[in-house]
């Protein structure tokens, strides 16, 4: 069974720009979370889309956002990036999510540097 | 103070070993608990996962919960260098906003 991907792996952007990442959950997985890891503020979690509506989010300025497309594929996007937008971005599938959701499996990351 | 607490380290210990991970929190609300392991340059692997207070053993791993004390753990035993990663603990509970902790870099030397 193919696990989380995640396109692309690393990304150099600079200010002001926009970003587009793409997550593919594991066959069968409904839920899709996105995530921010840094070394400063760790691992923090942005939003949950399942059946392609956005079931909970974090706190998280407007300028990121998300969506699910039917086959459970999911996609964010950060508008006007900023310096402090560089971070590991993580993409979470599960069967249903929820609280004391199933497990949840993790992409390996897309690398996004702001110069 | 930040809901979930946990030692960023490095704890570095020698092969065989017993190693003891930890995370404090302070939102009495949560109930599920879990425990991620994250190589370099990979994404988090979930390890571990207990609902409210109690032990949950798997092979070499020990999950352990205590409500009371807002204290969770996990215990390896025989530890091997294969182990050394940096170890995440997760939870939530009354929303689904899973709230981690900074996470422990752990060091198994030979």
């Known amino acids: 069974k193919a696990g989380v991907t995640q396109t692309p792996r690393y990304l150099i952007k600079t200010r002001g720009q926009q970003v587009t990442l793409s997550c593919s959950p594991i066959s069968g997985h409904r839920s899709v979370s996105w995530y921010q890891q840094t070394p400063g503020q760790g691992l923090q979690f942005l939003f949950e889309?399942?059946?392609?509506?956005?079931?909970n989010k974090g706190n998280f300025p407007g300028r990121f956002s998300g969506r699910q497309f039917s086959n459970s594929r999911s996609e964010m996007n950060v508008s006007t990036l900023e310096l402090g937008d560089s971070a590991l971005y993580l993409c979470?599938?599960?069967?249903?999510?929820?609280?004391?959701?199933?497990?949840?499996?993790f992409g390996p990351g897309t690398r996004l540097t702001v110069l | 103070q930040k809901e979930v607490e946990q030692d960023p380290g490095p704890l570095s210990v020698p092969e065989g070993a017993i190693v003891s991970l930890n995370c404090t929190y302070s939102n009495s609300a949560f109930q599920y608990f879990m425990w991620y392991r994250q190589y370099s340059r990979k994404g988090p692997e979930l390890l571990m996962y207990t609902y409210s207070s109690g032990n949950k053993e798997d092979g070499r791993f020990t999950a352990q919960v205590d409500k009371s004390s807002k204290y969770i753990s996990l215990f390896i035993r025989d530890s091997q260098p294969s182990d050394s990663a940096t170890y995440l603990c997760?939870?939530?509970?009354?929303?689904?906003?899973?709230?981690f902790g900074r996470g422990t870099s752990l060091i198994v030397h030979p």
């Open positions: 997760a939870m939530w509970g009354g929303s689904y906003i899973p709230t």
């Open positions: 979470a599938s599960s069967l249903a999510g929820g609280q004391g959701s199933n497990e949840q499996f």
């Open positions: 889309y399942f059946s392609e509506t956005q079931r």
